[in-house]
């Protein structure tokens, strides 16, 4: 009974929550009727269970809704925070156990009096002028981001609600509370079943085999038949051929027989299977409202609480999303609304000195959309100031002024979602600490999902969520890297490409590709991996294009298999955080493949990048004769000089590196072999003569030989420079081709000795 009493105060207290806040802004009678049945059902269900003092305190309230209802009593905005205190005290009794109510209602005995006699003031019209102050939003621990009740306005622990803000439960539906942990069991043994009757089109195909075999036997009968015609034993063999012949049609009738029922029960079990993991999956799917619920009231307090007047327009309720999704959304869009109150909307003053209507407008918006959940939140004021941020950047050092003088605005906005990040000019409960933004952020790259922001002064700021509908289904691409399948979750992916290799340029040693008027780097998904890469067979290539916010990359991989719905599976915890994987899934054939970490593999690209570690793709298919040739290192920082000793090198034979300072090479030279290093010496970062100095002075790296080539031609440079310990010292004055290859030579050699 205690169970089925706290599933009514949740049901009753989301109607109570929702019909008071509509009632703050219409005074129509119809909206008093909700109200009153809400509270006597409440009073009822408490009387069952013999919970006194909530009976008392429901009655009291039942009251004051007569009152209203006959018009005796108008609720002013005071009374209505009383009356939401009062359900904020109901709510809490659907989070006890039945061990804790007892003390609960213990330690608030004097509390739930003073609620009682309270509203029965205001039935009689004793209106109370001092009322406690809306709380304010609090800010959820980002170390509780995704967590379910991390969000809440008043209550101790918010309650998960099972009703829409608008309507409680129909009571013609029935409810069956299933923990998590027994539906994540269920959800597996669907996609196992799921999986398991995938695998009878394979033992499908295998009948069908033997029915070919059966006609090539019956063909040998045939020809034995008739090459036997003319034998002496003939009637021997044919007194054989017609029992084997009997035999045969005999066990051929059979075998369709079998092979048709086999075919009807693998279509049957396949529906099947595909209906119960469907009907599996639906039970996990909640309607958007349930996760939004709690932000009418909260929005409410908080705008009151700042002095400010919002009202909050919710669409795309009914939209069907994934319990945990909702769950792992709550603390982002807490905070989204919270800054939206605080930062954007204006007090009633500014709006109406800028020409607005006092009232700010918030909204929530959720949609489908390509498979996906677009979540947007939007709101009518002020707008971002990209200048503050691009000051604030330079200010914690983040930026050079010339390089934040250059940033667009869309780059600025960029800045607001790192950690501790923040604009406000001084610290208060509802914000200024820069936590925030970088948990929507982080709960975004959680779910391969995205994160966009669009904002114009002096009209307002949207921020849009992209995210899976379901965590447990997945749309993606498997393609072929290695030998093995990989799948790249279809959300991440930017753009599909096959091209011919002639498309394929290189500057500065790394390839990369021409798109839509840009250059975007082309790398092997082989060597992100760590996997063995081979030689690109085909004349044309199969590139996934992937991005975080802010890098772009070229992945070419060996092939595309095709889209698949995926049910995703979590990795082992005991494996820890596997680099550029996410997570792994089942493919209908019952193989096993692994879903890669985009945002991962944009990193590991970048630190390649910075390593000089990355191959090209024509590198790895020509490895063995890469093998027989010198490679040199080129450290410049002017990309002129750079790509003219590089043709140069090239052209004669050698493999050429390049690397764009001193800092670039030394971390180069450290993770790849190389026949000679040839460097600058005034470069940022580290020059050439620390270059110089670092490479001879480790143990592993001095027998490399190291060749200057600078501006600087007077005899202390260069002596400067053969004390750091270069091998020849080159000034580029006199530089011309035969010089720098006759110094290359004398030091390394040809390039294939």
């Known amino acids: 009974m205690i169970g089925l009493f706290k599933m009514e105060c949740e049901s009753q207290c989301a109607a109570l929550t929702a ?25 009822g269900a408490a009387r069952i ?88 939003m609090p800010e959820p621990d980002p170390s509780t981001a995704g967590r379910p009740g991390t969000a809440h306005a008043q209550t101790h622990e918010k309650p998960v609600q099972r009703a829409a803000a608008e309507k409680s439960v129909p009571e013609q539906d029935a409810v069956v509370r299933i923990a998590a942990d027994k539906m994540n069991r269920l959800m597996g043994l669907a996609a196992e079943s799921l999986v398991g009757v995938k695998r009878l089109q394979g033992f499908e195909k295998k009948i069908h085999g033997h029915k070919r075999r059966l006609l090539e036997i019956a063909a040998l009968i045939d020809q034995i038949e008739q090459e036997t015609v003319n034998s002496e034993h003939a009637a021997g063999i044919m007194r054989i051929l017609k029992d084997l012949q009997g035999r045969h049609n005999e066990y051929y009738r059979e075998y369709t027989e079998y092979s048709a029922d086999f075919s009807e029960h693998s279509r049957t079990m396949d529906n099947f299977s595909d209906s119960l993991y469907r009907e599996v999956v639906s039970c996990r799917m909640r309607p958007f409202v349930e996760g939004v619920s709690e932000f009418p009231r909260a929005v409410r307090d908080l705008s009151r609480s700042l002095g400010k007047k919002v009202v909050l327009q919710i669409s795309g309720e009914s939209i069907p999303v994934d319990k945990d999704v909702l769950d792992k959304m709550n603390a982002p869009l807490n905070h989204l609304i919270r800054n939206a109150i605080d930062h954007g909307i204006e007090s009633p003053e500014e709006r109406l000195a800028a020409g607005k209507s006092e009232t700010g407008t918030l909204r929530i918006a959720a949609r489908h959309w390509a498979g996906m959940l677009n979540v947007s939140i939007s709101d009518d004021g002020r707008g971002i100031d990209v200048e503050k941020i691009r000051m604030k950047a330079i200010e914690r050092h983040l930026v050079t002024n010339e390089i934040a003088a250059r940033l667009s605005a869309a780059e600025l906005l960029e800045f607001m979602f790192l950690p501790g990040f923040s604009t406000a000019a001084k610290v208060t409960e509802v914000s200024g600490r820069g936590v925030g933004l970088d948990v929507v952020q982080t709960m975004a790259q959680e779910v391969h999902g995205l994160v966009k922001v669009e904002t114009k002064l002096g009209k307002g700021t949207s921020f849009n969520l992209q995210v899976p509908v379901s965590l447990s289904i997945m749309s993606a ?5 290695g030998g093995e399948p990989y799948a790249f979750p279809l959300m991440r992916i930017d753009h599909l490409l096959k091209l011919p290799k002639s498309q394929i340029q290189v500057l500065e040693s790394r390839q990369y590709i021409k798109y839509e008027g840009k250059n975007i780097g082309l790398v092997s998904s082989s060597q992100v991996l760590g996997l063995e890469q081979k030689q690109a067979g085909q004349d044309d290539i199969h590139i996934v294009i992937i991005s975080d916010r802010l890098n772009q990359y070229a992945i070419y991989v060996d092939s595309f298999i095709g889209e698949f719905e995926l049910v995703v599976r979590p990795l082992d915890p005991r494996l820890g955080k596997i680099s550029d994987i996410s997570s792994s899934a089942v493919l209908e054939d019952g193989s096993p493949l692994l879903i890669l970490d985009v945002d991962d593999m944009v990193r590991s690209v970048d630190s390649m990048l910075n390593g000089g570690r990355l191959l090209g793709i024509s590198d790895a298919g020509e490895a ?73 002075g480790n143990e592993r790296l001095r027998s490399i030989p190291v060749m200057i080539v600078s501006y600087k031609d007077l005899e202390a440079d260069k002596i400067r420079g053969m004390e750091a310990g270069a091998d020849f010292y080159l000034t580029k004055s006199s530089f011309h081709d035969n010089t720098l290859l006759d110094a290359v030579k004398k030091l390394i050699g040809k390039a294939s000795e």
């Open 19 to 43: 019909g008071l806040l509509k009632l703050e802004t219409s005074t129509s009678p119809e909206l008093i009727e909700p109200l009153m049945r809400a509270a006597h059902s409440l009073k």
């Open 49 to 136: 269970v013999r919970l006194d003092p909530v009976v008392k305190v429901a009655h009291a309230m039942e009251d004051c809704f007569i009152a209203a209802g006959e018009g005796r009593l108008t609720l002013s905005p005071e009374n209505i925070d009383k009356l939401l205190e009062g359900v904020d005290y109901f709510k809490n009794l659907s989070v006890l156990s039945e061990d804790e109510l007892p003390k609960y209602l213990s330690d608030n005995t004097a509390r739930m009096a003073e609620l009682e006699k309270a509203f029965a003031g205001f039935k009689d019209g004793v209106q109370k002028t001092e009322q406690p102050v809306p709380a304010a």
């Open 477 to 481: 691409l498997v393609v072929e890297i």
């Open 624 to 696: 063995g004769a890469a093998s027989e040739k010198k490679r040199i290192l080129v450290v410049d920082d002017s990309i002129t000089v750079r790509e003219v000793e590089r043709n140069l090198l090239a052209g004669n034979g050698y493999d050429v590196d390049v690397a764009v300072d001193g800092a670039e090479g030394w971390n180069a030279v450290r993770t790849r072999q190389y026949a000679l290093v040839v460097t600058d010496v005034d470069m940022p970062r580290m020059n050439g003569i620390e270059l110089v100095s670092n490479i001879k």
